[in-house]
């Protein structure tokens, strides 16, 4: 796995994954950039978010539950000053029929296999869950 950062204009730079995609990375007009992207530090969190949203997908299919809505809400906090995350705030909200002992079970594994999320455990990040359950429409 290798990730390639290209300065392009400004502040804003063009990181690549060297499988064809990319992604803009930008500060925004009050720190200097032309808010072309998320910051460095805001993807970050959202592959948090994506990380979570995505094993949860390969785990609840392993488990044998569907869902038919999805999302993930990460919010990041920074106490007394801190250069990174001190606290991350993890809300799954989830449409399925499944009994709610094996969403959470889903979860527990989910948080267990996630990559970035092991990253930000073992970085000292206090990391916390909440499960809601979307309203079929």
Known sequence: MKATT????????????????????????????QDLGPTAFELCLMSYSGCVNTIFNIVSKKMRFEFSALEVDTIGHQKDGAATFTDVEVELRVETDASDEKIESCLQKTLKMCPVGVLFHQAGVNTTYKIMRLQKA
């Not at 300065?7 to 063009?14: A, D, E, H, L």
């Open 6 to 33: 290209t300065w392009t204009q400004g502040i804003s730079s063009v990181i690549t994954d060297n499988r064809g995609h990319e992604v803009i990375v930008d500060l925004p007009e009050a720190k200097g950039g």
